[in-house]
């Protein structure tokens, strides 16, 4: 039994059905196990791979990254970032982090983990001020092999 693509909301790129989760990945006994757990979701069909850059401070990505390390091709790849109270400079810097522990030049989704109408710093729609918003969403979307840079 195989496991079933979806669309990829209105993108028209199929992913399966079921994910694998980075934070969850982080609780793995070691990096062996990881990745083994990585190899057994790719061999069972899965190809979206959820991820974020705080995850055990970095330890899932890089872990995914070695598991996918040669099949990075056959998978949707997403990590997201949480913005409360940083800047646009700092996201930029831990979307860097991200490829770098992923072993990847792009990613297929990289959403902004945020609160738009509490916005940073407590600010209301601070999110959304042209300082913030368009540098780092103009920066994210051209290492985004679909454009596809989301905000939830």
């Known amino acids: 039994m195989s496991i079933p693509l979806r669309n990829f909301g209105k993108t ?12 969850h990945l982080g609780g793995a006994k070691d990096e062996k196990t990881a990745i083994h757990i990585v190899h057994r979701a790719l061999d069972g069909g899965v190809t979206f791979y959820g991820n ?7 330890k899932t990505e890089s872990w995914l990254g070695l598991g ?7 998978v949707f790849l997403m990590t997201k970032v949480c913005t409360h109270g940083r800047d646009a400079s700092l996201a930029t810097q831990m979307l860097e982090q ?9 990613l297929d989704l990289w959403q902004i983990h945020s609160d738009p109408m509490v916005g940073l710093r ?3 729609n601070a999110l959304w001020n042209c300082d ?5 969403v103009g920066f994210a979307s051209r290492l985004c092999r679909h454009d596809c840079v989301g905000f939830v």
């Open 12 to 23: 028209g790129i199929q992913i399966s059905a079921l994910g694998l989760g980075g934070h």
């Open 52 to 58: 974020a850059w705080e995850y055990y401070r970095g």
């Open 68 to 74: 996918l390390k040669g099949r990075r091709d056959k």
């Open 98 to 106: 991200s490829l770098r522990r992923l072993q990847t030049d792009h």
């Open 122 to 124: 407590g600010r209301r």
């Open 132 to 136: 913030f918003t368009f540098p780092y």
